[in-house]
């Protein structure tokens, strides 16, 4: 068959598959891991020829086989209703209603029961129990490194974990195409590692290189220990960062990223210094690659180490939304939460019983 008839065929299919499970574009293309819509229209009239990836992508999404994409009549009636294979985040991108759910369930939290901002604004225990819940995962009270396990039904002796992350740095991605986490604030643990290594107080500061690194080692042998609290039972490699980054015009974006640093070797660690009325004044630790800065530990405060990821980094990333009005009459959000738990008793606390 000519090239250019099998591939018409797979964007017919592609298109009949994704009415068939009421997909609209850009619900397709974010859960290809794509940013414009406009590239599925155009694999679907033809325009545009996929690539093998896509195509393995996409059968893996309906559940169907390559040759049925390429070259078989489709069925579409077994293609009504069916749920994705595998862990979002784990094992594909999540879809657009995964992301809805978690989006619909921040919103909530502008109730008054939210974190942030007079409990007007999700905060990070908001966005854990948010990501938690919509993909039927588990946001531990104690934890170290994952905020969120997620868990796959036909292993059910594994978990992967996601380390939730949460800041209002959507600008910093507009100025300098980085993301934010701030991965640890353990002053004593980080400090008693550097002490380990002969790194102290009065002479980290001619140690920029040997410190930097030693950190940065000391947060990678932290995963190996958090899956060994787990009985050696957490997928390390496939479990990930999830930042949620807004800005206070009210936009929210999702990245996720790999478990996985710079080398800190092939970086430049350094003590920046300014002058102020004759003084020299040393700032943090900062590690920089050729674009900017990658990391920042404030060692001599609340001992933060911080990572500036590039956005190219991403294995994944949302487009941008906002969280969704609530009514215009609705009761204060725990009074709600008390009156739909505890209907009785809350009505009595009025009736001077």
Not at 199 to 213: L, M, P, R, V, Y
Not at 292 to 304: K, L, N, R
Request: hydrophobic letters at 35%; aromatic letters at 12%; charged letters at 25%.
């Amino acid at each position: 068959m000519p090239p250019e008839i099998t591939f018409r065929r797979f964007g017919q299919k592609l298109r009949a598959l994704r009415t068939a499970h009421g997909l609209t574009l850009n619900e397709l293309a974010q859960s290809l891991g794509y940013s414009r819509h406009s590239y599925i229209s155009e694999l679907e009239t033809g325009k545009k020829i996929p690539t093998a990836e896509l195509v393995l992508k996409t059968a893996r999404i309906f559940g169907i086989t390559t040759d049925a994409l390429l070259n078989d009549e489709l069925d579409l009636t077994h293609h009504r209703g069916i749920v994705l294979d595998g862990i979002p985040f784990v094992d594909r991108h999540p879809t657009f209603s995964e992301i809805e759910r978690i989006r619909l369930m921040l919103s909530t939290y502008q109730d008054g029961t939210g974190m942030n901002e007079g409990g007007r604004r999700p905060g990070w225990r908001d966005f854990e129990r948010s990501v938690a819940t919509a993909l039927g995962g588990d946001a531990p009270e104690s934890k170290f490194i994952f905020d969120v396990l997620l868990f796959d039904p036909e292993k059910p002796g594994i978990k992967y974990g996601l380390s939730c992350k949460m800041g209002n740095q959507l600008d910093r991605i507009d100025r300098q195409g980085r993301a934010f986490m701030e991965l640890s604030n353990s002053y004593k643990k980080f400090w008693d590692h550097l002490n380990s290594k002969g790194i102290t107080h009065d002479n980290f500061k001619n140690e920029a290189s040997q410190a930097g690194i030693a950190l940065v080692e000391l947060v990678k042998n932290w995963y190996v220990q958090e899956s060994l609290v787990y009985g050696g039972n957490i997928d390390i490699q496939r479990s990930s960062y999830l930042i949620l980054s807004y800005n206070t015009e009210g936009w929210y974006q999702l990245h996720q990223f790999p478990l996985e640093f710079p080398d800190p070797a092939q970086l430049d660690w350094l003590f920046p210094t300014r002058h102020h009325q004759g003084q020299t004044i040393t700032g943090n630790l900062r590690a920089y690659d050729r674009e900017g800065m990658v990391f920042e530990w404030y060692g001599e405060s609340g001992g933060q180490l911080k990572y500036y990821p590039h956005i190219s980094q991403a294995t994944w990333a949302s487009q941008r939304f906002q969280l969704e009005p609530l009514p215009d009459r609705i009761e204060d959000g725990l009074i709600a939460k008390v009156k739909l738990y505890f209907p009785d008793q809350w009505d009595r606390t009025y009736r001077g019983e």
